[in-house]
């Protein structure tokens, strides 16, 4: 049997809903964004092939046009920040977070991470009103053969936050294990940074904010589930 990447739209009266590509094991963890124009893009991962392949896809035409931004990538969140298209992801092999952005031709590829286990779930991203991307991740252990997160970066949820030419790395939360998943990521209107997620050690949804001396981890709910 075969699967599909969709989407639904409406169209002022009823959804439509148009299938974007079709394969033997395609349209996995999909996202879309919308442009100034009304125009979308939508990210999956095709697991058609030797090897999980992020593509996008845009509508030209009636026909919607696959493109493929990575081999050995998946669990994609897009965006369009000043109507340029931003993919965040998790690359496989090299082993890290990267953002692709497009460049009029193609994608020029950043490391959100050089080093650490991430891509345990998946990320969360936000834009926010001045431009700026703001990337959620958890950054597991140093690799995969390590037991202890004794590291000062092991362990943690981390934002990283795009300007448009570098990233300013924010540490949130540190844990004593990798059970941190289902991250969630926003910018109030005080330009202040909250993330929320599920930490399976506690079995609760738990929130970070800022404070004037750091990180304010509060437990929302303590009998939560994923």
Same mark, same amino acid.
């Given at each position: +049997?075969?699967?599909?990447?969709?989407?639904? !739209?409406?169209?002022?009266?009823?959804?439509?809903?148009? &299938?974007?590509?079709?394969?033997?094991?395609?349209?996995?963890?999909?996202?879309?964004?919308?442009?100034?124009?009304?125009?979308? !893009?939508?990210?999956?991962?095709?697991?058609?092939?030797?090897?999980?392949?992020?593509?996008?896809?845009?509508?030209?035409?009636?026909?919607?046009?696959?493109?493929? !931004?990575?081999?050995?990538?998946?669990?994609?969140?897009?965006?369009?920040?000043?109507?340029?298209?931003?993919?965040?992801?998790?690359?496989?092999?090299?082993?890290?977070?990267?953002?692709?952005?497009?460049?009029? +031709?193609?994608?020029?590829?950043?490391?959100?991470?050089?080093?650490?286990?991430?891509?345990?779930?998946?990320?969360?991203?936000?834009?926010?009103?001045?431009?700026?991307?703001?990337?959620?991740?958890?950054?597991?252990?140093?690799?995969?053969?390590? +037991?202890?997160?004794?590291?000062?970066?092991?362990?943690?949820?981390?934002?990283?936050?795009?300007?448009?030419?570098?990233?300013?790395?924010?540490?949130?939360?540190?844990?004593?294990?990798?059970?941190?998943?289902?991250?969630?990521?926003?910018?109030?209107?005080?330009?202040?940074?909250?993330?929320?997620?599920?930490?399976?050690?506690?079995?609760?949804?738990? !929130?970070?904010?800022?404070?004037?001396?750091?990180?304010?981890?509060?437990?929302?709910?303590?009998?939560? &589930?994923?």
């Amino acid at each position: +049997s075969q699967t599909a990447a969709k989407i639904a !739209i409406n169209n002022g009266g009823s959804w439509v809903v148009e &299938t974007i590509a079709e394969d033997n094991s395609t349209g996995w963890y999909t996202d879309v964004a919308v442009d100034s124009q009304g125009n979308n !893009i939508v990210s999956y991962t095709d697991r058609t092939g030797t090897y999980d392949a992020l593509k996008v896809a845009k509508k030209v035409g009636n026909n919607w046009l696959e493109e493929t !931004i990575q081999l050995n990538a998946t669990f994609a969140s897009v965006n369009y920040v000043n109507d340029i298209a931003h993919v965040s992801y998790y690359s496989s092999n090299p082993a890290m977070i990267r953002l692709a952005i497009e460049n009029g +031709s193609s994608w020029d590829i950043h490391n959100v991470t050089t080093s650490g286990v991430v891509g345990y779930y998946r990320l969360d991203t936000d834009v926010t009103d001045d431009g700026r991307l703001l990337i959620n991740y958890f950054r597991g252990r140093e690799n995969s053969q390590d +037991s202890y997160c004794d590291g000062a970066q092991e362990c943690t949820v981390q934002v990283a936050e795009w300007n448009g030419t570098s990233f300013v790395y924010h540490i949130l939360s540190q844990k004593a294990d990798t059970s941190v998943s289902y991250l969630s990521v926003v910018e109030d209107s005080a330009g202040l940074i909250h993330s929320a997620w599920y930490d399976s050690s506690k079995g609760a949804l738990q !929130i970070a904010s800022p404070t004037r001396t750091g990180w304010e981890v509060l437990t929302v709910i303590d009998s939560a &589930t994923a």
